[in-house]
């Protein structure tokens, strides 16, 4: 499916993410710099690489085989995420920046005690494996077809780039590399969103081939879906995007003003990002395009909608950007996984129970070599659902998220609202989830399918075990605040001074300023990458195929000139007309 140029695009992507944690090492003089670039990231770039990296090729996979199967029910995820963001910016991001952590483990620490602090621990570093190994297999599914390549094949590929780039760069590779990322994705997508719509006649086109019910929101004639899917969903998101287990991006910017706007940031890309994603997914309904014969190597052929649809509108070149972004929406995801995985094996096991007198550099090695070894559980993980093939991606995600990582989310939610709770009713929480989302799936699957309930709950499993789960959870965890107290007087102590600072705003001088290096840095890989992008317009594609890689390669060099713009003004202006010294060597003048 992709012409050589387009291979050639591939080879020099993977070569300049191995080169982004190779420029980035310089960057980890300490393990808050690893961990969290420092805090002192500017908020717009956190922002969108984050949006980037929550949504992982799962996106051009599993949710575009719903949009393409069940239609504009897929959008109720993403705009579920979009209403929790309101929260997150009104309240929850200034309040996590606030907490002045560099994990979110020392969040569980200081708020409920060193005993949770292990015990969510070891429950979050398995989760954090499962649902990178999902990203994984989203990622080969999405690429083997259009690499012609086995599914196997693209993960052990894949799963060896990201390993090279988070484990040498640390958070500023991450952050940087799908930030340059986001800036190709979004051009390249809506070059293909216009080019589909255009094709099929705009909007009166599109309705008239689609199938009836495919405009109702909550796909009722569906199995699975409705009123009791949404409420679910909502109060999924609603949790999982407030919770601590999803505060650490909001580590990476200075104060909690720059922390609500990037939360902001995010809530809009959440809220118009689905048009582009998902228009080439109806367009390749609308049309009729025999997916199955497509793409008989998959076991779900609607899930490689969008490669058929930008197969048919990109020009050879542009067709390679296309998939090196995605690829980078998923390895940007795992980066951003594996570098907290690290993070919290790191300072919550290593320095707390075994090296407390640990080195900041022996720190920023233990966190290099634990990135490697949980990317090789990933891998290996990844490689194993490649052998189900009877389970669609978009089933695994929601499943994973209603039993394992709701039980999680809820009772850590209610620890940094509510302040009358004992210790146990954490990790009581979470154990009566994980037992409540086992029994709802035994019943789903073992039971007697001729009961009215049963059969049921097995149509509806999703949304029974997210209810389940959430009043479960929310009832143990706020009824806990009803019984007497047993927090030990210096428990009291941290408990109140937690809740003191997470109040306490972060000061200027606390802040500091912009790391204007690491945005510096930015702006130069953005202008070389959109340098390579403007040598394919030497392609012959013809004068609309030149003209969409122009496009696309003048959004990212326009990005770039104006971050070297940026990091110039931010340094002067913060010295009063000298340049900053910058923690990671001096910097000349561009």
């Given at each position: ?10 080879g020099?992507y ?7 944690g190779?420029?980035?090492?310089r960057?980890d ?5 690893y961990?969290r670039?420092?805090?002192?990231m500017?908020?717009?770039m ?22 393409y199967?069940?239609g ?12 929790a963001f ?9 309040r ?5 952590v560099?994990?979110i ?12 602090e292990?015990?969510f ?12 190994a ?17 599914v ?6 894949c ?11 640390g ?19 809506l ?15 599109l309705?008239?081939?689609?199938p ?8 009722r ?6 009123a ?24 990476y910017?200075r104060?909690g ?6 939360a902001i ?5 959440t809220?118009?990002?689905p ?14 395009i ?5 793409f008989p ?9 969008y490669?058929?649809?930008a ?6 070149g ?10 980078s929406?998923?390895l ?12 919290i094996?790191?300072r ?21 070599l634990?990135?490697?070894g949980?990317g090789?559980?990933v891998?290996?993980?990844a490689?194993l659902?490649?052998?189900w093939?009877?389970?669609s991606?978009f089933?695994?995600m929601?499943n994973?998220?209603a039993m ?16 009358r709770?004992?210790?146990?009713a954490a990790?009581?929480?979470v ?7 086992i ?7 073992f039971?007697d399918?001729?009961?009215p ?5 097995g149509?509806h ?10 009043l479960a959870?929310s ?14 007087a ?7 001074e937690f ?17 204007a ?20 317009v030497?392609l ?8 969409k890689i122009?496009f696309?390669a ?13 990091a110039?003004r ?18 000349s003048?561009?």
């Amino acid at each position: 499916m992709l012409a050589a140029p387009d291979y050639a695009v591939i080879g020099f992507y993977l070569c300049f993410m191995a080169a982004v944690g190779w420029f980035f090492r310089r960057f980890d003089e300490d393990s808050s710099e690893y961990f969290r670039g420092g805090g002192r990231m500017p908020w717009w770039m956190v922002g969108a690489s984050n949006y980037i990296s929550s949504f992982s090729v799962w996106t051009f996979t599993g949710a575009v085989g719903l949009a393409y199967e069940r239609g504009l029910v897929v959008f109720v995820i993403f705009w579920s995420t979009a209403v929790a963001f309101v929260f997150t910016a009104g309240w929850a991001a200034a309040r996590y920046r606030q907490t002045r952590v560099v994990t979110i483990m020392e969040i569980v620490r200081h708020r409920l005690g060193r005993g949770n602090e292990q015990v969510f621990t070891w429950v979050k570093l398995p989760l954090g494996v499962i649902l990178a190994a999902i990203w994984l297999y989203s990622l080969a599914v999405f690429c083997a077809p259009a690499f012609g390549l086995g599914v196997r094949t693209t993960i052990l590929l894949c799963g060896g780039v990201v390993l090279v780039m988070a484990s040498l760069g640390g958070s500023w590779a991450v952050v940087a590399g799908g930030f340059v990322q986001s800036l190709v994705l979004l051009p390249v997508g809506l070059v293909i969103a216009v080019s589909a719509w255009l094709r099929v006649g705009g909007w009166s086109g599109l309705v008239a081939h689609l199938p009836t019910g495919y405009a109702d929101p909550l796909a009722r004639s569906a199995p699975g879906f409705g009123a009791w899917w949404l409420t679910a969903m909502l109060l999924d998101k609603f949790f999982q995007v407030n919770g601590v287990v999803d505060s650490g991006k909001y580590f990476y910017v200075r104060d909690g003003a720059e922390a609500r706007r990037t939360a902001i940031l995010m809530l809009v890309l959440t809220a118009v990002g689905p048009a582009l994603w998902f228009i080439p997914a109806f367009v390749a309904r609308a049309q009729g395009i025999d997916l199955r014969a497509l793409f008989p190597q998959l076991a779900q052929p609607a899930e490689g909608a969008y490669v058929a649809v930008a197969h048919e509108f990109l020009p050879a070149g542009l067709m390679g950007l296309m998939i090196t972004a995605i690829l980078s929406t998923t390895l940007s995801s795992m980066d951003v996984g594996l570098n907290s995985n690290a993070g919290i094996l790191v300072r919550s096991v290593y320095v707390r129970l075994f090296r407390p007198a640990a080195s900041e550099r022996e720190q920023v090695l233990a966190g290099r070599l634990s990135t490697l070894g949980f990317g090789a559980i990933v891998i290996v993980t990844a490689l194993l659902y490649s052998t189900w093939t009877d389970v669609s991606l978009f089933s695994l995600m929601l499943n994973f998220q209603a039993m394992l990582a709701t039980p999680v989310a809820v009772p850590l939610f209610w620890s940094i609202w509510v302040r009358r709770s004992p210790d146990w009713a954490a990790w009581a929480s979470v154990l009566l989830g994980f037992s409540l989302g086992i029994a709802v799936g035994c019943v789903a699957h073992f039971g007697d399918p001729s009961h009215p309930w049963v059969a049921w709950t097995g149509v509806h499993s999703y949304a029974v075990t997210t209810l389940v789960d959430v009043l479960a959870c929310s009832a143990l965890f706020l009824g806990s605040r009803l019984l007497p107290q047993r927090l030990s007087a210096p428990r009291q102590t941290e408990v109140k001074e937690f809740f003191a600072t997470v109040r306490r705003p972060v000061s200027p001088a606390e802040a500091g300023p912009l790391d204007a290096a690491g945005i510096r840095t930015t702006g130069r890989l953005c202008l070389l990458y959109a340098g390579f992008m403007a040598l394919l317009v030497a392609l012959p594609n013809g004068a609309a195929g030149r003209s969409k890689i122009f496009f696309c390669a003048i959004v990212v060099g326009t990005v770039g000139a104006l971050l070297l713009r940026f990091a110039v003004r931010h340094r002067s202006t913060a010295a009063g007309g000298a340049v900053m010294p910058s923690p990671h060597g001096s910097i000349s003048p561009p």
